[in-house]
């Protein structure tokens, strides 16, 4: 593949140039603790919501739900740490089970009825939203959970600079980054190493070929939703510790999110083919979008115009790279 | 000269896979364009109905040079085409696929009736008995290659290309195209024909243009001055010999190693008898439409077997699907149709080989790129495989090679026994002669093969014996003794002849 046709390269150019630019209009950009770390903390979230779309569109599927499941997840974890008691671990194991149980139901109907995963996934989350209404008034005084656990602090506000030993300090990371960085490496290693991430591929490839090869592909189905499942209630764990606390309105923002980083990384929504690397540079490119424009003082729904505006523009340049590749070495 | 194609040049990322050809098409000539797989005939078309766009060289038709932007303006030129991949829109019926880009309308609506007719009438003439309406997706791989080139026929042109049109046919369909081939030259159209069954070519074209390396090295000569060696000589670049199969011995006493009896189906097999044993070369052979292809299917779990029994090694089994046959009972099915069930065409050739041994190969469950690589250069060497890398693309591939792909993934597999429909569709003769030596060699190890093929010469060339199967049931068994002539009489008497009790040996 010729070097202009690499989307990453791409993607990684304009990240460093609006960087620039916002650092040029605002020098507050380049703040740590007003802008960078709370950027960081972001980008962590959201590289996860990322990659949890891009564990169905593996296989040309949607995951209309992953802001439901986040929520469930996170619903879980809350309940478990409130009224159990449970340690930090353990909680959040407990809402992870969840999530991928979730996605497990969904990716279940998908193969067993055939019924495309955009539906299913959307009735999933218009049952989930009205569930999760149910179980937060139920449980809570109907907005968060009261009851953390420790550590649950430290995550938030700590970075390594505040672990020192002796005099040396860490760096300025917050503490969640490496977090979704275990993420990150775990799904890339899947889908690149991994025969069962390389079965879920070749199965979003061709379905009927991937049949005829020996692959048990409804199993494949169900675990990329399970997959899905899981790092949606990550991302969720992710942000209830960014926010400091459980509540009902987790997951409410994934959706647009989730699609923008895996397509402007150029993951096909085709599927067959997976950036994980892309999902990372495009979660960090909307991040940084959000909070240069933030800092320019938009307004949110003006942000959300630009940040849909920046979405239409990343497809329609993917689109005339695609047609310009074609020209180039046409395929039939 | 009606159409001259001169010097054309064509590059893609890491070939050239045209490199100066010329080709002289005159009215009133059936004109075989040769070569061997990879050799650029394909690309020649592709540039000749506007699907590719040249790098070099130029097109004159009827005295006027040509610039064509795309499909469409090949077709207002009045040049036809039959690809040698098929380009039917499945979820479309029959008769919308044929009249697809000149729709009869009527009050600006599409005109069903006339659409239908005209279908019929396209139909009729390969005397093809399909209900206009039924959808492509429901069609076979032949019935989808006979409905491309009634679409063809459809619409009146000067010059008609036809891409490995009978790759996919038996002998009696592809009489009939042959048929309408002599009669549309004697109306005066020019008539290409790419093919790798050099038999058929000697017997209808009059002209012939060979391609080598994506050079023509022979230009429009008269076909009589050759031979098939001779053409053959020319296509490979140097004296070629062709091949012996060596002497296998069947140990006649060895238990089968699959064996069906009675089986029936849900797809419609009645009472199906048959058995491979190790080292065997059971070769089964039928018209289109005789059920071989699906027999294979629901023996793989993909269709429900009604009645009878399935023995692997001596023991009933029930398979439920491809990965239960090739792990638990370490059977391979290497698919006709390699387009849609055969490779990933958007997958690299090593994820293409390597998707049925990634369980081997897995350590921990990780599978490295390197072990892959050194997994798929022994498949594509041994195979002759024309790649430009491990990591391109399967479907850039020429047809040729995608078909050693997909044996390649199920050779990988390593198999005990393996099923394989219609191996040398679309093979060059060199090729398909180290096909054919490594088909006999596999049994030769002792593996089971049952060789699913319209190819009547290389049924009788490898198998050891012939099952002949008509309308979903078996017609007869012969021992095969390699004699064409008699062979091929005792098959097409058992073909024609009625229903007989299936199973019950012949000769
Ligand atoms: N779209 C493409 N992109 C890259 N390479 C291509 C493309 N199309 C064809 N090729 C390459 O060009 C060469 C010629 O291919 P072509 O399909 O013309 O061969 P062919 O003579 O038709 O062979 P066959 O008998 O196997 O059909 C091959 O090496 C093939 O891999
Ligand atoms: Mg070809």
Redesign the pocket.
């Known amino acids: 593949m010729p070097l202009w046709a690499n989307p990453r390269l791409g993607l990684l150019i304009l990240l460093v140039a609006l960087i620039a630019l916002f650092t040029a209009l605002r020098p507050a950009f380049m703040d740590v603790t007003l802008t960078l770390v709370p950027l960081q903390s972001d980008v962590s979230v959201y590289a996860v919501v990322g990659l949890a779309q891009l564990a169905v569109l593996s296989l040309g599927h949607m995951n209309m739900a992953v802001g439901r499941m986040a929520a469930m997840s996170a619903f879980a974890m809350g309940l478990a740490y409130d009224r159990l008691g449970v340690s930090l671990v353990t909680g959040l194991l407990i809402g992870l089970l969840v999530g991928t149980l979730l996605g497990a139901l969904a990716g279940l109907v998908i193969s067993r009825t055939g019924v495309n995963s955009f539906v299913v996934t959307l009735a999933m989350d218009f049952a989930l939203v009205g569930l999760i209404t149910i179980l937060y008034t139920r449980f809570t005084d109907g907005v968060a959970f009261g009851g953390l656990p420790a550590g649950m602090d430290a995550l938030r506000n700590d970075t390594f600079a505040d672990y020192c030993t002796g005099d040396v300090c860490g760096p300025e990371i917050s503490l969640v980054v490496p977090l979704a960085l275990v993420a990150v490496l775990a799904v890339g290693v899947l889908f690149r190493f991994s025969r069962l991430g390389r079965e879920i591929l070749m199965t979003g490839a061709n379905g009927r070929a991937a049949e005829l090869s020996g692959i048990p592909v409804r199993s494949r189905v169900v675990q990329a939703h399970a997959l899905s499942g899981l790092l949606a209630g990550f991302a969720g764990f992710l942000l209830a510790a960014n926010n400091g606390a459980f509540s009902a309105s987790i997951g409410d923002a994934f959706l647009l999110p989730s699609f923008l980083g895996p397509v402007l990384g150029g993951t096909l929504l085709a599927g067959g083919a997976v950036s994980v690397l892309g999902t990372v540079l495009g979660a960090g490119l909307t991040q940084v979008i959000y909070k240069g424009l933030n800092l320019l003082q938009f307004q949110l729904d003006q942000l959300n115009l630009y940040i849909g505006l920046v979405l239409l523009a990343a497809l329609s340049l993917d689109r005339v790279r695609h047609v310009v590749a074609d020209r180039k070495?046409?395929?039939? | 000269m009606t159409l001259v194609a001169e010097n054309l040049v064509?590059t893609?990322?890491?070939?050239?896979?045209?490199d100066g050809a010329t080709l002289r098409l005159a009215a009133g000539s059936v004109h075989a364009l040769l070569?061997?797989?990879?050799?650029?005939?394909?690309?020649?078309?592709?540039i000749l109905t506007g699907v590719?766009r040249p790098d070099g060289g130029k097109i004159v038709l009827g005295g006027a040079e040509l610039h064509l932007n795309g499909p469409l303006d090949a077709q207002h030129a009045g040049i036809g085409v039959v690809h040698?991949e098929r380009n039917l829109i499945p979820g479309f019926s029959i008769a919308e696929n044929i009249v697809l880009h000149h729709l009869p309308r009527r009050f600006g609506l599409v005109d069903r009736a006339r659409m239908r007719a005209e279908a019929r009438r396209c139909l009729g003439l390969l005397d093809l008995d399909l209900d206009p309406d039924t959808p492509v997706s429901r069609l076979s791989v032949a019935q989808a290659q006979l409905v491309e080139i009634a679409k063809a026929l459809s619409v009146d042109s000067k010059v008609l290309l036809l891409?490995?049109p009978t790759a996919s046919l038996t002998g009696d369909e592809a009489d009939r195209l042959y048929g309408i081939v002599r009669r549309l030259r004697d109306d005066g159209q020019a008539v290409v024909l790419?093919s790798?069954k050099l038999e058929e070519v000697f017997a209808v074209a009059d002209t012939v243009t060979v391609?080598r390396d994506?050079r023509s090295v022979a230009e429009a000569r008269p076909l009589a001055g050759y031979t098939q060696d001779q053409v053959v000589d020319l296509m490979v670049g140097r004296a070629y010999s062709s091949v012996r199969l060596a002497d296998r011995h069947v140990d006649l006493r060895a238990a089968p190693a699959l064996r069906l009896d009675g089986v029936s189906t849900a797809r419609g097999h009645r009472d199906i008898s048959l058995s491979v044993r190790p080292g065997e070369i059971l070769g089964l052979y039928g018209l289109v439409g005789a059920g071989r292809s699906e027999l294979a299917k629901a023996l793989l779990g993909l269709d429900r077997i009604t009645a009878g029994t399935v023995e692997v090694r001596g023991r009933p089994v029930r398979i439920r699907d491809v990965g239960d046959a090739l792990r638990r009972h370490r059977i391979g099915y290497v698919t006709e149709n390699r387009k849609e069930e055969g490779l990933f065409l958007d997958q690299p050739i090593t994820r293409n080989v390597g998707v049925t041994v990634w369980r081997r190969m897995a350590r921990a469950g990780l599978v490295t790129d390197r072990a892959e690589r050194r997994l798929v250069a022994g498949y594509t060497d041994r195979l002759g495989i024309?790649?430009?890398s491990p990591s391109?693309?399967a479907?850039?591939?020429?047809?040729?090679?995608?078909?050693k792909v997909s044996l390649a993934k199920w050779l990988a597999a390593d198999c005990e026994i393996l099923i394989v429909d219609e191996p040398t569709v679309?093979?060059?003769v060199r090729t398909k002669a180290a096909f054919h030596e490594l088909i006999a060699e596999l049994a030769g190890t002792g593996l089971a093969l049952l060789l699913i093929s319209s190819d009547l010469p290389e049924i009788v060339t490898l198998a050891d014996r012939i099952a002949v199967m008509n309308d979903f049931t078996l017609r007869g068994e012969l021992v095969n003794d390699h004699d064409y002539a008699r062979m091929s009489q005792a098959i097409i008497r058992l073909i024609h002849m009625g229903s007989r009790p299936a199973g019950d040996e012949t000769a």
Request: charged share 20%; aromatic share 2%; glycine share 20%.
């Open positions: 070495g046409a395929r039939v | 064509k893609f990322p890491g070939v050239r896979a045209l070569g061997e797989n990879g050799a650029g005939k394909s690309t020649l078309i592709k590719h040698q891409d490995e790419v790798h391609l994506g024309r790649i430009s391109q693309l479907g850039l591939l020429s047809g040729g090679n995608q078909q679309g093979i060059d």
